[in-house]
């Protein structure tokens, strides 16, 4: 039973046929002969019908991943200054190692009294997330967004845990990645409003990646799209979470999604009492539920994580905490398992 939907999701059926479809489409999409201009135009329609299904107004640079398109807006956003909220991805801070961290409430938000200041330099980029992987805590890019346009600067939205999932926030660049909402690995994008946000590096995608492009990676993450919507997961599916939060306190756990600014309902951490996130994750996956102990991507570094001590979550519950995720596929009885399992083990 997976509910490690934040880490990857499933490939979805209608992203598969994509990606075979696209297999067949052997042909580099820069070659100008025939065959090249055949998958060139396929690679345009993909590029079409992801702006679309997203919403997005401007320009889409094809990426191997999310990673890659922090990356790129990172290192390459013709701005001053960069700003990243201290609870960003690992790829962000990465990308920009020597960038000012914007401070985080114990609720998780941005401190915005903080961020209003921050930003009063010369056009800054600043790097906010709209969906903690962790947390599942959503920022608030609106206002965000206000602050960071009033100041001349940019705003790149990690929109990773909430594209194919959310509306697209208002932003000046936003990052994508297909594996998070059932589309296949390897394939993401960078969305900007204008190409002439970024320096060029030369190469395919108009001059801002190298690489040839990955033609069924684009079309796959382009199928899932068109078939995700709102809600991503029916609310009858997670609707046995809402007695589990009642019962999860009662057994002394703790739920920091009630303690989140705004807690987005596809991603729970849930700490739980006597019993480290490591041996959690270890019991569960002996009852055929896969869960993590937070982000994929430091989950085996058993460091107590950044995300939780920046907001200064107590370090016995932050210990203890791990993180459940739904997706395109959880159903009700997958949920009621996790809540059922996760009793039994606090119980002892």
């Not at 640079?61 to 990356?71: D, L, N, Q």
């Not at 903690?132 to 009033?150: F, Y």
């Not at 009852?287 to 907001?311: F, H, N, P």
């Amino acid at each position: 039973m997976y509910l490690d939907h934040a880490a990857t999701s499933p490939l979805r059926p209608e992203a598969r046929k994509a990606v075979e479809d696209g297999l067949g489409k052997w042909a580099n999409p820069s070659s100008p002969h025939a065959e090249g201009r055949s998958a060139r135009r396929l690679l345009e329609d993909a590029r079409d019908r992801t702006k679309a299904a997203l919403g997005w107004q401007g320009e889409c640079i094809f990426t191997s991943g999310a990673s890659e398109a922090a990356a790129l807006a990172v290192v390459r956003a013709k701005t001053g200054a960069r700003l990243v909220s201290v609870v960003e991805h690992d790829c962000i801070l990465q990308a920009a190692p020597d960038a000012e961290q914007l401070p985080v409430s114990g609720d998780g938000a941005v401190d915005i009294d903080n961020l209003a200041e921050a930003v009063q330099r010369e056009k800054p980029l600043v790097a906010v997330q709209q969906v903690n992987s962790e947390t599942g805590n959503a920022q608030d890019l609106s206002e965000i967004s206000r602050i960071v346009g009033e100041a001349g600067g940019l705003l790149l939205a990690d929109c990773a845990q909430g594209a194919g999932k959310f509306t697209l926030p208002p932003c000046d660049m936003a990052i994508v990645s297909a594996h998070k909402f059932g589309g296949p690995v390897g394939i993401g994008a960078l969305l900007v409003k204008d190409y002439a946000m970024l320096e060029p590096s030369g190469g395919h995608e108009r001059g801002y990646r190298r690489g040839t492009e990955n033609l069924p990676g684009a079309l796959g993450m382009a199928g899932a799209l068109e078939v995700a919507g709102e809600p991503y997961v029916a609310a009858d599916v997670l609707e046995p979470l809402e007695r589990f939060a009642r019962d999860c306190v009662a057994a002394g756990g703790t739920m920091l999604s009630q303690a989140l600014s705004d807690p987005t309902p596809y991603i729970r951490a849930i700490a739980m009492p006597g019993m480290s996130a490591t041996a959690q994750v270890m019991r569960f996956d002996m009852a055929d539920i896969a869960v993590s102990q937070g982000s994929a991507c430091s989950s085996g570094t058993m460091k107590t994580s950044r995300v939780l001590e920046a907001m200064q979550v107590d370090p016995g519950v932050a210990a203890n905490t791990i993180r459940v995720s739904f997706g395109w596929n959880t159903t009700r009885a997958d949920v009621e398992r996790f809540c059922e399992v996760w009793l039994d083990l606090a119980k002892g």
